[in-house]
Each structure stands twice: as C-alpha cells, then as structure tokens.
C-alpha cells in the first residue's frame, strides 16, 4: 500500500556532465563532515591500528612486533571470558531495549493521551542523569538491609538477593540498569520516526477500511522500518561497546563476572599501560561490531521501504 | 522560500560568530601565566575530591599568598581521570610539574623513570628527618625516593557503642577471638538483618590485608619478590574469616568500601576498620562510635596505613624543581600539618606534632598512636595485576562460594608469575 | 503487546480532518482505551523514575540524615543546605557558561555538518558513497577509549589543551547523527524534491526546505541528544581540560564524590540542578513536534 506514493529516479545516467557536477555536490556537502571525521576520528584510528601491532606501553620504545598483539589475544582466556560477557550482556539488552521502546513509543504517541509529555519526559529522564550519580543511586537501592529496595520489599517480607556483589546475578542487575538508562532513548527516535509517517497513508488505510491490526503492519511498520534499521543498529553497537554504568557500579566484579571487553580494554591500556595490546583487543572488537552490524544491515535493507 | 533563506543565512552567520566567540573566549582561558622573570609556575594535579578538597585548596592559596615568586596551579580532579591521563600526559609533554598519587601505584609509575628522584631533597633538607618512617618508606621505590608524603592515613576500628551495648559487650574486641565472637553476638537475620563488621573487599581501602597479615601471612612477602598467599597462614586467615561471613553472616558479601560505610553509619554494621576521614560523616549521622586499634591477630598487631605522595616531573626545571621542593617544605611545615589534621582528620605526616597541637580534633591523636603498628600496603611495579586483577577477584570468588586453598594457590600462582 | 496495538490509530484529529466516518471505537471503549494507555504509561514512567525520585529526594535531607537504618523518601529535616553547598562549593556560574558554550557548540556545528553529510548519503547518487556511510559506521565501532590516547596526543600536539576549540572540534560531527539524519531523509518521499526541482530548486535549497523542513522532529531530536550528551559528558572534558576554569558542570559535580567519602546531598543536589535543564528543553521540545507536524505541510 505504502508504495502508492513510490517512484522515482534521483540522477540521470545518461548524463556524465551532471554525474560529476553531482558528484562535486555531494563532495562538497561532506566536506565539512569528513575534514572533521579525518582529523578527529581517522587519524587516531589509524594511529590505535598501528599501535596495535607494537608493545607500546606509553613509556621507553616502543617496539615493532608484527601480529604478536592477536596472536596473544586468541590465547588470552581473558578475552575470551569477556567476549562472552560482552555477548551476554548486548544479546539481552538489545533486543529486550528496542522491543520496550518500540511499545512505549507506540503508548506515548496516541493523540490524546493526558500527560503525554510529561510520560515521554519521565521515561526519557535516565538518559539525561550521569551514569556517575545513576550508579550510585542503584547501588543504594540494592545496598543490603538499608537499601530502600531492600529495605522496603524485606518489610513486606520479600528478600532482594544482593544483586551486584553476587557473582551470578551482578550481570542481570547491571543488564537491568543498561536498559532502564536507554530505553528512553530509543522511544523518543522511534516517536520521531512515527511523527514523520505521512498522516494521508493512515487516512488511505482507513478509507480502504483496513482494521487497526493492518494499519499497524501495512503502514507503520514499512514505514518505520529506516527508524527500527537505526535504532537496533545503534543499541547493538551502544551494548557491545557497554562499558559505563559498569566501570561506576561494578568495575567489572565480582570476579570480572561483570567484565566486558571494553572494560577489558580499559584495564588492559590504562590500568596496566599496555596500550599496544589494549588496542589489538579493540580491533578485534571493532570487526566484530561490525561485522554484526553489517549483518544487521543486510537482513534490515531487504525490509526496508525505498522512495 | 525567501524567508527560509533569510533563516538559514541568519543561522549560518550565528554559528561562524558563535565559533569564532568560543575560540576567542578559549584563546583567552588558555593564556595561563608563564615563567618570567623569576616568577615560577608550578601545575599541580591531584585526586583530592571530596571534603579534603577545600582544605588543600585552602592551603594552596595561602602558599601562593606567602610566596610571591611562586604560584601552585592546581587542578583537582577525580582519581579514575586523574590515572586515566596522567601517563599519556607525561609522555606527550603535557603534563603537571608535580603531582600527588597513592603511593600504592608510585612503583608502576617510578618504573617508568617519570618523576625525578629526590634521594639528595631528603638529604639537604633539614625537615626530613622530623616525617613518619612509616610514611617516607612508602614513598621509597627499589632504595631511591620519589615522592615526599602528602598525608598519611593508619587505619583503626570503628565500634558502635550503641550495638555493643545492646549486645551486652562491655568494649571493643583486644584480639581475634574476642573479635570472631563479638562479631558472631553482633549479627542477626530477620527482617532487616544487622552485622558484626562491614567488611568491604572492593573498591576499597584494603582491609582483608590486614586479617592475613595479623594471622602471619600476607600477599607477597616484605621484599616483594614472592607471593606468600597461598602459605598456610593466608589460607588459615581467609578460611576463618570467609567461614564467619559465609556461615555465620557477620558481615555482607563482596561489598565496597561504600556501602560499608553506609551500613555502619546506618548502625546495621557494629564494627568496621576504616580511615580518619570517615569521622566527619558518622560524627554528623549521630552514631555512637568509638574508636579502637585493630585487634591484635595470633602473630602480629598490624594496620594498615595509606600514603599519599608527592612526586616532581623528570622534565622539570632546576627552577622548577626548587620551587617544587619549596612547596613541599610548605606543606610539610609544623603549621601546616596542624592545620590540615584538625580539618581532614589525616595524621601529620611529622612525628613532632603533640596532642596538645592536635586538641582541636582529638581523633587525630588516636590515629596518629594506630600508626605506630601500621604498615603501607606495597605491592611493588604491578600493584594492580596482584592486587586489582588477582587477589581481589580471589576472594570475591572466595565468598561467593569458591574452595578457599585451591583458589588462593591458584591466584598465588598469578602473582607469583608476575614477580618473575 | 496487546495493549500497544490497541493504540495504533491515526492521531484523533487527522481522522477527524478527513472527514470520512471511521469505524473506530465509540465513546465509551475510547474512554477505556485511554484510561488503559494512562494506567500502563503511568506505571511505566513510576518505574522508571523512582531511582530519581529518591536522587531529588536526597538533596533536600541533611547529610547524616541521608543513611539510615530506616530509608524513606522524605526525611524530616527539610534543608535546602545541599543546593547552597553546592553553588558555593564550585564556581557554578563559570561551569554553567562552559556546559553551554561546549553543549551547545558541538550542536551547532554536528547539526550543520551531519544534516549536510546525510543528505547527501540519503539523496544523492555519487561513486564512494557506500564506502564513506560504511566508514562513517566504523567511526562509530571503535570503543572511544582506543581513540581516546592518540587523539589526546593529537590535541596537545596542537596546543588544544584547556581550550574550547579542543572541546568542541572533535565532536563537531558525528557518526550517530549523520546515521541518523540519513535514516529519517531516506524516509521523505521524493515527489516533494521533485517538485522543487521542477520549481528549480538546487541541492541547497532542497536540502534547507524540503528535508530538514519536514525532518524538523527529527533534526529538534538529534539536537536534544547532541546537546544532552555533551552536557552530561564526564571523562572527554576532564580529558581536555587540565584547568578547573575550564570543566564543564558535569565534570564539577564529579569533585563531590571523593577517594573515600561520598557527599550524597551535594552529589544529588548539584546532578538535580544539572538535569533540570535538561528536563524543561526536551518538554519544550516535546511541544515542538506537534507544533512542527502541523506546520510542515506534508499532509
């Protein structure tokens, strides 16, 4: 249905005069944008690539030592624990963060609804709060026996298990607080995109009398689906890369059940100066990352609408 | 689409004006004074957040108000920062002319050759020989010096006199036994359960340290060249007290160092070993607390004491370096350890301070005996892979559940791969 | 999931413009519906903000009477010592000026510069264009911590350090935002940029008029976000800035939580000062997005 609208051709082919003004346009639009990425970003990538292949530890020489970094690191059961931390932790907060999102963007989008922008503003709020005074906040909720959590549900008789010092549940906990600080983050690009989807689609479904349930998956989710692409592509990244709320609430303990592996980039490059090795570990991350997010791209490109 | 021009070139002219009054506003912050003509400026860098900022600050600008010639350019900041870049700034020439660290992680950076050494400081400053042994030998790395105390912090035993009096506990525990047992009267469940001793493992002044030294053993022997953690003492040490708090629940599990302060101040924790700088906080919560030494243990009586140090840029200047020493001398005058004991709590770094001097905050004398059996917690140039990565994940394992004798001689097998 | 179906109507107001009869619901199930929808959102947004309820509850109790044995919201001694200790504690008006000057810079310049960016990944046809969004994507794979050395040697090689040109330059774009802006310009139906184009129109003016025009929820949002991350970024201007003349407030704030001592009331007083702006920018914005639907001539 929503193709209705569709169709259109963006450049001429048959012109190679206007392809290359066009393409100086689009140059020029960037230049601003990759001037900046290339000095800030590119630049120092590179640089971590190169120090990546050394045993550069920011004091005395630095030494030039081929892939010895990787090669260490398939051997290292550090890694290996942290990629599955890392695992772990995204496989739960990605999914669980864009679903929750994506339903409350849905609740909070209704025309209508009294307080709507003081609802969006509540759950919007814990992306606004520090992750420094979130964490402690939540650990003084799950403090034992005074924590306001503890204390009030062991009034009721309901014991809170010690959540972040427990080796088995300090994972879920710091998953827990993952979401709960995103989740507001990800509705608000999910309400923007629902605002962008053109109102007359919805007046066309409705004249052709299609019912609530195939206005809801024949024009909102085609129509959504750039946002949902955006959305999971940014959550996956955002929670492989999961490292503040849990250097604040558990630096990674107890006994690195919590530790992932930017953490261990983190420890590794600036706790013991191996910066050479910190960063082969943040290679090795990186094509994962993308590597998945690619993945995600593909499977996404297929559902997406074109104009 | 003649208005939205208008906008857009109104929004553009903005943004260029906007930039360009930023860059000024920075090229003005950035205009920091430099030397001339004789005049020396020293940054200072610290981690002195918190309610011991204000006093150093204090301090500082009176130093700068005495010292005409010389100005402390000093930036706080916390001490995850403070770590973060303090080695990329060195080794990119940006960094402070002097800083202070726990001198726990001096050896890593000593290591690095980064500070100067100041073996001939000690030597041709008459004041020297009136610091703490205790707190001098914590800043000396391999024989050589490297910084000279900021403050020093023995650890003692807080006790609330409401719970033990509760209990029917005429005073606070002498020794090991009197302390299980009193910690075992201490503790109940229930509905809001309460324990013997806050007993915090992580992010923390170390405290577990001090059980195994008490008991005979330790991490790593004095001259840090073997771990010592797996000999029968350390093991006898962490089996007794993990079997109390596992068993018998006398305290919470893998805690931090907050949360244990938030329990004894909250009086659901009865006892806990902690630094002077928690007084000012459970002085103001009302509780009802005494302080006493640690108890002594079956081999030794032993605390632990924290030691903060000062250390110079290897690049400095001879004028810097002499205005550096100048400051040190400052702070480390009569008056001014006076001054910052009364207000922080922290023991003078000088041993001539009296009681008498210190009448103002009477606490600090008590501290200030506690460090006569107090030691520096040293683990040499790899501090953290020992204590951070090993030991410390060693006994979160412990109390989660772990085998205590195969989880030691495992973590002792780490450390002592780290020792060579 | 249910419930969230129930709610997928067209807004109210465009139905009833259209002036077509719809068979929705009558007056009663509306009724219920939205009392539905209000029940589940309330409970929701209680869930959520109950940690920060507790935050500005804290600030206004005295320090020792912040940690007891029997917690509660409200303590009986109301005092407003934390907000006083806080403003005098740090050089709040100098932090204010910086959190703003560095906020709002970097949203200027990563709106300018990502909306130009996007719109010509979204819009244009050019050779390279896959590879330079597949780079922009990299940039945004790379944990900040790797870059973080090198680009810290970078500045200082520049003489950067404790300046707001070193604040603000290095995030004056974004990978998130051009993503982000890429996605929504994708979304815009072309026949409105064809008909400009008919009307003559170059790139420039469709980009200004046509897509961040009806993008407008879109770029107000990625404005919010830019501005909310930098306010509230701790490490990079503790990084950049070796001069507390220069930290921002979020970095101020972090001065209150020391190596062994919490100051919970000012730590909770100074963070209640410092999202309170946060909060009443994104109700006004809030206001915006229906302001800017009504008003973008989509229909």
């Excluded at chain 2, 989660?400 to 020792?419: C, M, N, W």
């Excluded at chain 3, 919490?262 to 229906?290: D, N």
Aim: net charge positive; with cysteine; glycine share 6%.
């Amino acid at each position: 249905m929503a193709t209705r609208t569709l169709k259109s051709r963006l450049w001429y082919p048959w012109a190679t005069k206007q392809r290359r003004r066009r393409t100086r346009v689009a140059y020029l639009f960037m230049a601003p944008s990759l001037i900046v990425l290339g000095v800030f970003m590119f630049y120092p990538l590179v640089r971590a690539g190169w120090l990546s292949l050394t045993n550069y530890s920011f004091f005395g020489a630095s030494r030039f030592i081929g892939l010895s970094n990787y090669g260490h690191l398939v051997h290292d059961p550090q890694f290996w624990r942290d990629l599955v931390n890392t695992l772990y932790y995204a496989g739960v907060v990605t999914p669980v963060s864009v679903a929750l999102a994506l339903g409350l963007a849905l609740l909070l989008n209704r025309k209508g609804l009294p307080g709507r922008g003081l609802f969006r503003a509540a759950i919007f709020l814990p992306a606004v709060v520090s992750f420094a005074v979130s964490a402690i906040v939540f650990r003084f909720m799950f403090t034992p026996s005074i924590g306001f959590l503890t204390y009030w549900l062991g009034q009721i008789g309901i014991h809170v298990p010690d959540w972040l010092d427990s080796v088995s549940l300090a994972m879920p906990a710091v998953i827990l607080v993952g979401i709960w600080k995103n989740v507001g983050f990800y509705m608000v690009i999910f309400i923007a995109g629902l605002q962008t989807i053109p109102k007359e689609l919805y007046e066309a479904a409705s004249i052709d009398g299609a019912t609530r349930w195939r206005r809801f998956s024949n024009v909102t989710v085609p129509l959504l689906s750039n946002t949902t692409m955006f959305v999971t592509v940014i959550a996956l990244i955002a929670s492989l890369q999961a490292f503040d709320q849990i250097y604040v609430m558990t630096q990674g303990g107890p006994a690195f059940s919590t530790e992932t592996l930017v953490m261990l980039i983190y420890r590794q490059g600036f706790t013991n100066f191996q910066m050479g090795y910190a960063s082969a570990i943040a290679y090795v991350l990186m094509a994962i990352v993308l590597m998945l997010s690619l993945l995600q791209l593909k499977f996404f490109s297929k559902r997406v609408v074109r104009y | 689409m003649k208005r939205s021009k208008h906008k857009a070139l109104r929004a553009t002219a903005a943004l260029i004006a906007g930039a360009a009054g930023a860059a000024m506003v920075g090229g003005l912050a950035s205009a920091s004074p430099k030397a001339s003509g004789g005049h020396i400026t020293l940054t200072y860098w610290n981690g002195f957040t918190g309610p011991d900022g204000p006093t150093v600050k204090a301090l500082v600008n009176e130093f700068n108000k005495t010292h005409p010639n010389i100005t402390i350019d000093m930036s706080i900041m916390p001490w995850d920062t403070f770590y973060t870049k303090l080695l990329p700034a060195l080794a990119s020439g940006s960094g402070p002319d002097i800083e202070a660290m726990d001198t726990q992680q001096l050896p890593q950076y000593a290591e690095k050759h980064v500070f100067l050494p100041l073996n001939s400081y000690y030597q041709h400053s008459p004041d020297t020989h009136a610091l703490a042994k205790g707190a001098v030998a914590a800043t000396r790395v391999n024989g050589t010096q490297y910084g000279v105390p900021v403050n020093y912090a023995p650890l003692m035993m807080y006790w609330n006199k409401t719970l033990f009096a509760k209990a029917h506990i005429a005073g606070p525990p002498k020794n090991w036994s009197q302390w299980m047992s009193d910690a075992v009267k201490l503790s109940h469940g229930g509905k809001s359960p309460q324990y013997g001793i806050a007993l915090a493992d992580n992010n923390t002044i170390p405290v577990w340290p001090i059980l195994l030294w008490e008991n005979g053993g330790g991490i790593v022997n004095s001259s840090i060249t073997k771990s010592v953690l797996a000999s029968p003492q350390s093991i006898s040490a962490v089996e007794q007290w993990s079997k109390l708090i596992i068993k018998d629940g006398i305290a919470p599990k893998n805690i931090t160092g907050a949360d244990a302060d938030s329990l004894f101040q909250a009086q659901k924790a009865a006892m806990e070993v902690n630094g002077p700088w928690a007084t000012t906080g459970y002085t103001q919560a009302k509780v009802n607390y005494g302080l006493a030494p640690v108890p002594a243990g079956p081999k030794r009586t032993l605390t632990l004491t924290d030691v903060t140090a000062m250390s110079i840029n290897a690049k400095d200047s001879a004028a810097k370096v002499k205005a550096a020493e100048t400051f040190f001398n400052f702070w480390n005058a009569k008056a001014t350890q006076i001054d910052y004991a009364v207000h922080t709590g922290f023991v003078p770094t000088r041993t001539d301070v009296t009681a008498a001097e210190l009448k103002k905050n009477p606490q600090v004398a008590l501290f200030e005996q506690a460090g006569h059996n107090a030691v520096p917690y040293q683990l040499g140039a790899n501090f953290t892979n020992i204590d951070t990565n090993t030991w410390t994940p060693a006994i979160e394992k412990i109390l989660d559940g772990a085998p205590v004798k195969s989880t030691l001689e495992s973590a002792s097998q780490q450390i002592q791969s780290y020792l060579g | 999931m249910a419930t969230t179906l129930s709610d997928l109507d067209p807004p109210a107001s465009t139905a009833r413009r259209s002036g077509f009869p719809t068979r929705r619901r009558s007056g009663e199930a509306s009724r219920f519906g939205t009392a539905w929808a209000v029940t589940m959102a309330s409970v929701a947004a209680l869930v959520i903000v109950l940690p920060l309820v507790w935050m500005v509850a804290t600030s206004f109790k005295p320090e020792g009477a912040i940690i007891t044995a029997h917690p509660s919201f409200v303590s009986a001694q109301f005092t407003w010592s934390n907000y006083s200790g806080a403003w005098s504690a740090i050089d709040m008006p100098r932090l204010l000026l910086n959190s703003t000057i560095f906020a709002g810079g970097v949203t200027l310049c990563s709106l300018t510069f990502d909306s130009l960016t996007a719109y010509a990944l979204a819009r244009l046809d050019f050779p390279g264009k896959n590879v330079i969004f597949v780079l922009i994507l990299i940039t945004l794979m790379l944990p900040f911590q790797v870059n973080l050395i090198p680009l810290f040697v970078e500045l200082t090689n520049f003489h950067w350090i404790n300046t707001y040109q070193g604040l603000i330059l290095p995030r004056a774009t974004n990978a998130f935002g051009i993503f982000f802006l890429r996605q929504f310009f994708l979304s815009i139906p072309a026949e409105l940029e064809d008909a400009a184009r008919v009307d003559g129109a170059g790139d420039l003016r469709i980009y200004r008029s046509v897509m961040l025009r009806l993008a407008t929820p879109a770029v107000l949002t990625l404005a919010l976000f830019h501005f909310m991350y930098n306010w509230n970024d701790l490490l990079w201007p503790l990084i950049i800035s070796s001069n507390s003349s220069m930290y921002t407030l979020a970095s101020g704030l972090a001065l209150f939580t020391g190596q062994h001592v919490i100051q919970y009331g000012l730590v909770m007083a100074g963070s209640t000062l410092a999202i309170a702006p946060m909060v009443i920018a994104f109700l006004l914005i809030q206001r915006r997005f229906v302001e800017s639907i009504a008003t973008s001539g989509i229909r």
